[in-house]
């Protein structure tokens, strides 16, 4: 199955300074990489997700980016802001076994630093 | 549209009890998921589901049944409580289409308590 890796586990950054957060995988048939995110006690919620096909996506502040070699991809956050702070997973898609299914990172806490 | 409703949004069990997590959907999604959080460690799938009458095994299944009789109610069923259970459990539901998983749509999260 696939497993995915992500660091740094905890991240501090200075309000309006970028942060970055990386993840790897393992399955090369995977094919989709969402990233979510987890405010203090809600739900995780999709704010980006890139598929194989295209090297980097961008919606405003935040970016992802994609190395399908390397296997590792990237959330870029610019100009970070308080309500940035969350819990940040990543996730790559379970695509073997024919089953479908996402497998997710441990989670990324991002404090912003007023 | 309510989305993903869950229900109950906490619990308190005791060792051996039984209890039914409820999650219903009302987007008409096809594929239907119960992931568990543990603090640090990320959501872990538990079982999930194609469509109505089709249930698999994730990564952890242990302790845990299923069932999808209709495409809209996906319960999670504990049937003999134990410490390592006490979670956070979310249920969530895609449109689902085989190899490129769509969004998940998460309900609010149930945190059951095993003591």
């Known amino acids: 199955g696939e497993n995915v890796e992500q660091h740094p586990s905890t991240l501090s950054v200075q309000e309006g300074d970028s942060a970055v957060i990386k993840c790897t995988y393992s399955d090369s048939a995977s094919n989709y990489f969402p990233w979510y995110k987890q405010e203090l006690g809600k739900r995780p919620q999709l704010i980006i997700d890139?598929?194989?096909?295209?090297g980097e996506k961008k919606d405003q502040r935040i970016a992802v980016t994609l190395n399908k070699t390397a296997k590792h991809f990237s959330l870029h956050i610019t100009e970070t802001q308080p309500e940035d702070s969350a819990v940040y997973f990543c996730a790559a898609s379970w695509a073997g076994g024919g089953a479908d299914g996402l497998t997710f990172g441990k989670g990324t806490h991002l404090i912003i630093q007023p | 549209n309510a989305g993903v409703t869950q229900t109950p949004k906490f619990r308190i069990l005791k060792i051996g009890q039984s209890m039914t997590l409820q999650c219903a959907q009302d987007?008409?999604?096809?594929?239907m998921y119960w992931y568990r959080q543990d603090p640090g460690m990320g959501l872990k799938l538990i079982y999930y589901?194609?469509?109505?009458?089709?249930?698999d095994k994730g990564e952890v299944p242990n302790g845990y049944n299923v069932s999808r009789s209709t495409t809209e109610y996906f319960p999670l069923r504990l049937e003999l409580a134990a410490p390592s259970q006490t979670s956070v459990y979310f249920c969530?539901?895609?449109?689902?289409?085989?190899?490129?998983?769509?969004?998940?749509?998460f309900g609010e999260g149930s945190r059951l308590t095993v003591l």
């Open positions: 589901s194609v469509g109505a009458g089709i249930t």
């Open positions: 987007m008409n999604h096809n594929y």
């Open positions: 969530a539901s895609s449109l689902g289409t085989r190899k490129n998983t769509g969004e998940l749509f």
């Open positions: 890139i598929r194989s096909n295209v």
